[in-house]
């Protein structure tokens, strides 16, 4: 059975300050992974998407996930965090041949001032 | 492209009652997967339809039951209420077929906030 643990549910980082939301899988095949973010009060935005095809995948807003196969980790990252990323983080991994997502607990970032 | 639109936004019911929640997919899309988002559970998989017929299900009660039109269109309903189903209800729609072409992605509405009192 396929599944993704996020580590840490809150996470806080002054602006400016790398974010850095950890995410790792278990799957028995090549998982499809995806980053999702969700506002207050609003659904899920996609950020990015790993198919496959590179290892390094950049999304919208400055994120960026790397596949570690080695770790199976998929962390999302973003150089210098700004205000308006405050909000709640999802990882998720597609069962193979379905639109079925199985996400992670979440992780809800604050940014500081 | 009109992305998903989910109706309606905020709904309030009382236990014992049955609710529908209406969602429509981004034009072009055959797939409509609903999600529940709680506190204590996350976010949990329903099931998805494809075509009118339903593809996947989750590990929900019968209660739960939904159903696709012609046009893609998707309604969700609850019956027989209870608080437990309290929620923000997901849908999100994707083009459909397998998942393994980079362009099949799911995209989630807004949700509808069910309140059952």
């Known amino acids: 059975a396929q599944s993704v643990t996020q580590l840490g549910s809150h996470v806080s980082v002054s602006e400016g300050a790398l974010v850095l939301l950890r995410c790792n899988y278990s799957?028995?095949?090549?998982?499809?992974l995806f980053w999702y973010v969700q506002y207050p009060n609003q659904g899920l935005q996609l950020l990015l998407k790993?198919?496959?095809?590179?290892?390094l995948v950049k999304g919208i807003n400055g994120f960026e996930a790397e596949f570690k196969k080695s770790e199976t980790s998929f962390h999302l990252t973003k150089p210098s965090a700004h205000m308006s990323d405050a909000a709640e983080y999802f990882c998720?991994?597609?069962?193979?041949?379905?639109?079925?997502?199985?996400f992670g607990t979440g992780t809800r970032l604050q940014v500081f001032p | 492209k009109a992305g998903v639109t989910q109706t309606p936004r905020y709904l309030i019911k009382t236990r014992g009652q049955q609710v529908t929640l209406s969602c429509s997919p981004i034009s072009g899309h055959r797939s409509v997967s609903w999600y529940q988002q709680t506190p204590g559970q996350g976010l949990q998989f329903l099931f998805e339809y494809f075509s009118e017929t339903q593809r996947n299900k989750g590990n929900f009660p019968g209660r739960f039951s939904g159903r696709q039109f012609s046009n893609s269109r998707s309604e969700m309903n609850v019956s027989t209420l209870e608080l437990g189903d309290s929620a923000l209800y997901l849908c999100a729609s994707s083009s459909g077929g397998v998942i393994e072409t980079s362009t099949d992605t799911q995209y989630f509405g807004p949700g509808t906030r069910l309140t059952v009192l």
């Open positions: 998720a991994v597609s069962v193979l041949n379905t639109d079925k997502l199985i």
């Open positions: 790993y198919t496959s095809a590179a290892t």
């Open positions: 799957s028995s095949v090549p998982p499809y």
